[in-house]
């Protein structure tokens, strides 16, 4: 975990037991490298640090030691450790605001292409992929498109091609597709089976969901619209400065990249090869 993140820890501890200082956490960092090849050097540290506290609040381990054991010893422990760690949090429609946006000003340009493509960099349990396959087809681009859905965890990859959702949050995603002010309703995308929601299958017609990881990510193929957002809020500066480069070389000409509504690409060495499209709903598009 490099310096810079030093000073950021976060005081709320669940485990007071349990000291999770610099030390303690890049020992995990190293073990989980050398077990699951998984490098968590860059994520943010209060963040990191606040979801080993959450493992250990729900694991009794009574030491450190007694974790990196585990992780040594357990390959399925440790792919659930690493679940825990990197948050999953997504609704649909999660921000309807942020859809209108793409609805009213990202669509409109991206419907003079022929075929369009799009990429969810960090689409967890598939939310927010439903919401943009809605969305483009309410706005009659759901033919033209390929959309390629993309996560570091393979479970919440799996629950997002499955596409079933527990039945009481669609109380929360249906109001947040009324705000958005979509043309149906809601429950014309879904039906309901034994307690949980089922998405309509037809909206993934165009969709390829696979593993890919931002850190260390290469280009894999060109999008005209790329959206990673709540991700980047994990990682530190040096992360997040990588993967805005590898968002930006992922472009066509004047692709636009959506970020969360707590990140932001001002900082980054590549901000000026964007243009803001909208500063709240947090859209930039690339200058050439
Ligand atoms: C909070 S969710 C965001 C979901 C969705 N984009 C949204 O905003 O609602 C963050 C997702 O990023 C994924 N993630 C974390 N680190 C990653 C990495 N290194 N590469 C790819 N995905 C990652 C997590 O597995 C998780 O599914």
């Known amino acids: 975990m490099p310096e810079q993140n030093q000073g950021v820890w976060n005081t709320q501890r669940n485990r007071p037991d349990i000291r999770l200082g610099f030390d303690e956490l890049n020992y ?3 073990i989980i490298k050398e077990v699951a090849d998984f490098d968590f050097s860059h994520y943010a540290a209060s963040s990191f640090q606040r979801r080993v506290y959450r493992v ?8 450190v030691q007694e974790l990196v054991n585990r992780l040594r010893t357990d390959a399925q422990f440790t792919a659930e450790f690493i679940e825990e760690v990197t948050v999953n949090t997504t609704e649909l429609f999660r921000d309807p605001e942020f859809w209108q946006e793409i609805r009213d000003s990202v ?3 991206l419907a003079q292409h022929r075929n369009i493509h799009i990429w969810h960099a960090g689409c967890s349990t598939g939310e927010e992929v439903y919401s943009m396959a809605i969305t483009l087809a309410e706005a009659g681009l759901l033919d033209r498109v390929k959309i390629t859905a993309t996560d570091i965890n393979e479970t919440v990859i799996k629950t997002a091609a499955r596409g079933h959702y527990p039945e009481r949050l669609f109380k929360l995603y249906d109001n947040n597709y009324r705000i958005f002010g979509g043309k149906k309703e809601l429950s014309d995308y879904y039906k309901i089976e034994n307690g949980s929601i089922r998405m309509n299958p037809e909206l ?3 969709v390829k969901f696979r593993h890919f990881n931002l850190v260390g990510g290469e280009v894999f193929s060109k999008f005209d619209l790329v959206l990673c957002r709540n991700v980047m809020i994990y990682f530190d500066k040096v992360l ?28 980054c060495s590549v901000s000026h090869k964007f243009k803001t499209i909208s500063n709240d709903n947090k859209i930039y598009q690339a200058r050439v």
């Open 28 to 30: 995990i960092i190293k």
């Open 56 to 63: 250990l609040e729900i694991y009794p381990f009574k030491s």
């Open 107 to 109: 669509l409109p340009s």
């Open 204 to 206: 993934l017609a165009n």
């Open 240 to 267: 997040q400065d990588q993967v805005s480069k590898l968002f930006y070389s992922s472009l066509f000409k004047y692709g636009f990249l959506a970020v969360g509504s707590k990140e932001s690409l001002i900082w």
